[in-house]
Protein backbone atom coordinates (compact mmCIF):
# COMPACT_ATOMS: atom_id res chain seq x y z
CA UNK A 1 0.00 0.00 0.00
CA UNK A 2 1.98 3.56 -1.14
CA UNK A 3 -0.95 5.67 -1.43
CA UNK A 4 -1.46 8.74 0.55
CA UNK A 5 -4.24 9.12 2.57
CA UNK A 6 -7.13 11.68 1.48
CA UNK A 7 -7.00 13.44 5.01
CA UNK A 8 -3.61 13.91 4.54
CA UNK A 9 -3.67 15.99 1.26
CA UNK A 10 -2.93 19.31 3.34
CA UNK A 11 -0.05 17.69 5.00
CA UNK A 12 2.96 20.04 4.97
CA UNK A 13 5.43 17.31 3.94
CA UNK A 14 3.30 15.39 1.62
CA UNK A 15 0.10 16.85 1.11
CA UNK A 16 -0.78 17.68 -2.81
CA UNK A 17 -3.13 19.57 -1.73
CA UNK A 18 -0.85 21.79 0.07
CA UNK A 19 0.70 24.62 -2.55
CA UNK A 20 3.55 25.50 -0.02
CA UNK A 21 4.19 22.20 1.05
CA UNK A 22 7.31 19.92 0.29
CA UNK A 23 4.69 17.41 -1.65
CA UNK A 24 7.69 14.82 -1.10
CA UNK A 25 6.16 11.02 -1.87
CA UNK A 26 6.44 8.46 0.43
CA UNK A 27 7.14 4.41 -0.60
CA UNK A 28 7.57 1.46 1.30
CA UNK A 29 10.16 -0.88 -0.40
CA UNK A 30 11.85 -3.78 1.46
CA UNK A 31 10.34 -2.41 4.73
CA UNK A 32 11.91 0.98 4.59
CA UNK A 33 9.96 4.17 3.89
CA UNK A 34 11.84 5.96 1.09
CA UNK A 35 11.60 9.48 -0.14
CA UNK A 36 13.69 11.91 -1.86
CA UNK A 37 14.39 15.26 -1.74
CA UNK A 38 16.36 18.29 -2.79
CA UNK A 39 15.44 21.37 -0.76
CA UNK A 40 15.15 24.94 -2.61
CA UNK A 41 16.02 28.96 -2.12
CA UNK A 42 12.75 28.60 -0.58
CA UNK A 43 13.89 26.03 2.35
CA UNK A 44 16.66 28.31 3.34
CA UNK A 45 17.49 29.12 7.03
CA UNK A 46 21.18 31.04 6.33
CA UNK A 47 24.32 31.09 4.36
CA UNK A 48 22.71 28.85 1.44
CA UNK A 49 22.08 25.87 4.47
CA UNK A 50 18.31 23.93 4.58
CA UNK A 51 16.81 25.41 7.84
CA UNK A 52 17.01 22.55 10.63
CA UNK A 53 12.96 22.94 11.21
CA UNK A 54 12.67 21.37 7.19
CA UNK A 55 15.08 18.52 7.95
CA UNK A 56 13.55 17.71 11.07
CA UNK A 57 9.96 17.67 8.95
CA UNK A 58 11.14 15.82 6.37
CA UNK A 59 12.52 13.13 8.93
CA UNK A 60 9.19 13.38 11.27
CA UNK A 61 7.26 12.22 8.10
CA UNK A 62 9.65 9.26 6.79
CA UNK A 63 9.37 7.67 9.61
CA UNK A 64 5.32 8.52 9.87
CA UNK A 65 5.08 7.22 6.67
CA UNK A 66 6.20 4.23 7.57
CA UNK A 67 2.73 3.45 9.84
CA UNK A 68 0.30 5.69 7.40
CA UNK A 69 1.16 3.70 4.00
CA UNK A 70 0.62 0.21 6.43
CA UNK A 71 -2.74 1.63 7.06
CA UNK A 72 -1.82 2.48 11.09
CA UNK A 73 -2.93 6.00 12.49
CA UNK A 74 -0.35 7.14 15.10
CA UNK A 75 1.49 10.52 15.91
CA UNK A 76 4.85 11.51 16.91
CA UNK A 77 4.75 11.20 20.66
CA UNK A 78 8.82 11.84 20.93
CA UNK A 79 11.74 12.72 18.69
CA UNK A 80 15.29 12.95 18.95
CA UNK A 81 17.39 14.63 16.21
CA UNK A 82 20.67 14.71 15.36
CA UNK A 83 22.56 16.97 12.84
CA UNK A 84 25.68 15.53 11.63
CA UNK A 85 26.31 18.41 8.84
CA UNK A 86 24.86 20.79 6.88
CA UNK A 87 22.55 20.91 3.66
CA UNK A 88 23.14 23.24 1.17
CA UNK A 89 20.16 23.98 -0.72
CA UNK A 90 19.97 22.57 -3.92
CA UNK A 91 21.25 19.29 -2.67
CA UNK A 92 19.26 15.77 -2.86
CA UNK A 93 19.02 13.64 -0.35
CA UNK A 94 17.60 10.48 0.34
CA UNK A 95 15.35 9.72 3.14
CA UNK A 96 14.61 6.37 4.76
CA UNK A 97 12.38 5.32 7.88
CA UNK A 98 12.57 2.10 9.58
CA UNK A 99 10.84 0.42 12.49
CA UNK A 100 12.92 -0.73 15.53
CA UNK A 101 10.15 -2.40 17.19
CA UNK A 102 6.53 -2.16 17.92
CA UNK A 103 5.03 -3.34 21.61
CA UNK A 104 1.89 -2.56 22.26
CA UNK A 105 0.35 1.00 21.48
CA UNK A 106 4.06 2.17 20.60
CA UNK A 107 6.67 2.14 17.71
CA UNK A 108 10.04 3.10 17.79
CA UNK A 109 11.10 4.03 14.88
CA UNK A 110 14.88 5.93 12.74
CA UNK A 111 14.89 8.07 10.24
CA UNK A 112 17.88 8.84 7.92
CA UNK A 113 18.47 11.48 5.47
CA UNK A 114 21.27 11.14 3.84
CA UNK A 115 23.22 12.99 0.52
CA UNK A 116 22.69 11.28 -3.01
CA UNK A 117 26.16 13.01 -4.43
CA UNK A 118 28.20 11.71 -1.13
CA UNK A 119 26.66 9.08 1.23
CA UNK A 120 27.22 11.58 4.05
CA UNK A 121 24.59 11.34 6.63
CA UNK A 122 22.91 14.95 7.02
CA UNK A 123 20.94 13.78 9.86
CA UNK A 124 19.41 11.22 11.65
CA UNK A 125 16.48 10.62 14.49
CA UNK A 126 14.76 8.29 16.53
CA UNK A 127 10.99 8.40 17.63
CA UNK A 128 8.60 7.46 19.04
CA UNK A 129 4.72 7.06 17.33
CA UNK A 130 1.58 6.43 19.80
CA UNK A 131 -0.87 4.14 17.71
CA UNK A 132 -3.92 6.62 17.60
CA UNK A 133 -7.20 5.48 19.32
CA UNK A 134 -10.44 5.57 16.65
Known amino acids: MNELRSDANHCFVCGSANPIGLQLTFTIEDDVCH ?35 KGL ?24 GHCLKQKGRLTQMKGLMIREDNGQVVAETEAAFMMAED
Request: proline letters at 3%.
Open 35 to 69: ASFTPGENHCGYDGVTHGGIVFSALDDVMANWLFL
Open 73 to 96: KAFTAKCDIRYRDALPVGTTVRLE
